[in-house]
């Protein structure tokens, strides 16, 4: 049984997120508190396996909480409103340690927040999994049901460098090792998937680019890829790369989620396989689930690429790299390396 302990300000906010939590086999509400403060003095009386934590509170905010929770604490999903603020704070929780983040659906007191429910309870599940310090491995994965493709011959002549990552659950904690790595004066354009609700995205890029020698922005409809700036595809929508002209471009368009993601590692991966004359570096970090595998496997078949899963060793869930690490010629490596390999073959 998952132990919750729920944290809103709002009374509503707790009584329901408290019917959705109660309403299944696997997980009860604990303990509901009405501010971080609060919050802390249940934590230290007694132990949960994961808490909800609302980011904008009174007496103490959701970021002040996260810095307190002791080690052996609960596993945290943070629950924001899609203000530029309350975004910001979820990122910045993010990079603190909290598991996931749900967006309120419409401001602090959401009355349809009945809408994000089977995503609340699918995050708990995986916060709780997550919580327990040890990489996460996704057994939902067959052996059977993944593909395989004999390696290709790399070849770098007339090739325009271009960098692709995929990652889901703990992506921005990856990412803010992986991205401030990077040179800026880097030969290649990096476009980058990371499973976010509609305008958290923004809120990541703004946080990255602070931090990074390469610009990071959301990335935009139509607008030519350039090196040594990193796009994030904005939640909510699909991110393709395509090729006029000689430059490149990319297509961000509002449409159905594939495989149940929007943004889709997918999506991206495979629009860079269809490119001629363009050379696929690509990570897979952290995540539930499978996306990226097909779009792997045919970069793989169709592309001169070269490609990284994350480790087991390092990855908070490993599902997605997983799924990528099984297929023929991809190569797994831990966090920490991941820039390396992604910059190893440039020459400026």
Request: charged content about 20%; some cysteine.
């Amino acid at each position: 049984m998952i132990d919750v302990l729920v944290v809103d300000d709002s009374a509503f906010m707790r009584k329901m997120l408290s019917e959705f939590i109660n309403s299944q086999t696997d997980m009860t509400v604990k303990a509901a508190a009405r501010n971080g403060s609060d919050a802390l003095k249940k934590v230290q009386a007694e132990h949960f396996d994961v808490m909800t934590l609302d980011v904008e509170m009174p007496v103490m905010n959701g970021i002040d909480v996260l810095k307190k929770i002791p080690a052996g604490g609960p596993a945290v999903i943070m629950v924001s409103s899609k203000t530029q603020r309350g975004s910001d704070m979820a990122v910045e929780a993010l990079e603190l340690g909290a598991v996931e983040v749900v967006a309120k659906p419409s401001g602090s007191i959401s009355l349809d927040i009945d809408k994000v429910k089977e995503e609340f309870l699918s995050k708990i599940r995986i916060a709780a999994a997550a919580g327990t310090g040890k990489p996460v491995v996704d057994r939902s994965l067959s052996r059977a049901s993944a593909p395989t493709v004999p390696p290709k011959a790399v070849v770098h002549s007339g090739c325009r460098n271009v960098i692709a990552i995929g990652t889901s659950t703990g992506g921005p904690k990856a990412l803010q090792v992986v991205i401030p790595k990077l040179p800026a004066s880097l030969p290649a354009p990096v476009f980058v998937v990371q499973h976010m609700p509609p305008s958290f995205t923004g809120s990541l890029a703004r946080r990255l680019n602070q931090i990074s020698g390469v610009r990071v922005k959301e990335a935009e409809h139509n607008e030519t890829a350039e090196n040594g700036v990193v796009y994030i595809a904005p939640g909510g929508s699909q991110m393709r790369v395509g090729k006029k002209e000689g430059r490149l471009f990319l297509s961000v368009t509002q449409e159905e989620a594939n495989e149940g993601h929007r943004p889709s590692v997918d999506v991206l991966f495979k629009s860079l396989s269809a490119l001629k004359h363009v050379r696929v570096t690509a990570a897979v970090l952290t995540g539930m689930g499978r996306d990226g595998a097909e779009g792997v496997r045919q970069l793989l078949e169709e592309n001169s690429s070269r490609i990284a899963a994350e480790s087991e060793t390092t990855a908070v869930i490993y599902g997605m790299p997983k799924a990528a690490a099984r297929i023929a010629g991809v190569e797994n490596i831990a966090l920490e390396h991941i820039s390396a390999f992604l910059t190893r073959d440039f020459s400026g």
